[in-house]
């Protein structure tokens, strides 16, 4: 197991750089208005117990770069290393997703889409897609296939969120929306979660215009 102090400076490194690149693709898309959004990556060895990640500085502009735009974290989203610099503020929800799951990266947006919809299917407290081909890239291959995408409640205590993570993972579903907030969709790796990520609001926007022309 990685001790978060054995950790190489390359590992680090690659995992900041890794960061930075697909925080710039993000930002790009315009998925990270008004300082929103965040993004972690985990680095080292993984035990539900004991893991390392490299995660987004809380408040930063998410479309440019300086020299402080990360920091690791432990298991419990403490800092592995002196700093000034405050951890996201939803580090809490991060943690919980690596520990449920085992990912390797995680994204999180805020969008016009993502927060309509989450709106539209609070009550029944799950959005639903069915058959829409780009359910593939979560490696769902059935035809027609349906799925469930929950969405939790955006309270302001982010711990109480976290607890709700574990029973809210739907098995194959990549991702949880929080009502009126934003998207979490995670991967084996950064390659995934942005596809995932992609897929995510794809279908949000699908889900959306399609609720549109059935009124
Ligand atoms: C500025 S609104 C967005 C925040 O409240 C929060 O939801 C968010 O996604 C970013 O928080 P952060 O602490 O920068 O990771
Ligand atoms: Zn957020």
Not at 74 to 86: A, H, S
Not at 120 to 145: M, Q, T
Request: some cysteine.
């Amino acid at each position: 197991m990685t001790n978060p102090a054995e950790l190489r400076l390359e590992d680090k490194q690659q995992a900041f750089a890794e960061l930075r690149e697909i925080k710039t693709t993000l930002a790009n898309k315009g998925w990270f208005p008004a300082t929103s959004g965040n993004l972690s990556i985990r680095v080292g060895d993984f035990a539900p117990d004991q893991f390392t990640f490299a995660i987004s500085a809380s408040g930063k502009d998410k479309s440019v770069h300086t020299p402080s735009d990360f920091l690791l974290v432990n298991e419990e989203g403490k800092p592995t290393e002196v700093t000034w610099l405050k951890p996201s503020a939803e580090t809490l929800i991060h943690k919980e997703i690596y520990r449920l799951t085992g990912c390797g990266a995680i994204l999180h947006v805020h969008t016009v889409f993502n927060n309509i919809v989450s709106e539209l299917f609070w009550e029944r407290k799950s959005i639903p897609v069915d058959g829409v081909e780009l359910i593939k890239a979560f490696n769902i291959w059935d035809e027609e296939a349906h799925i469930e995408i929950p969405i939790l409640p955006n309270y302001a205590d982010i711990p109480r969120i976290a607890e709700l993570v574990e029973g809210a993972i739907v098995p194959k579903v990549p991702g949880i929306m929080l009502r009126k907030h934003g998207i979490y969709a995670w991967g084996a790796n950064c390659f995934e979660a942005k596809r995932n990520l992609e897929a995510f609001e794809f279908l949000f926007e699908y889900v959306y215009r399609m609720e549109l022309l059935k009124k």
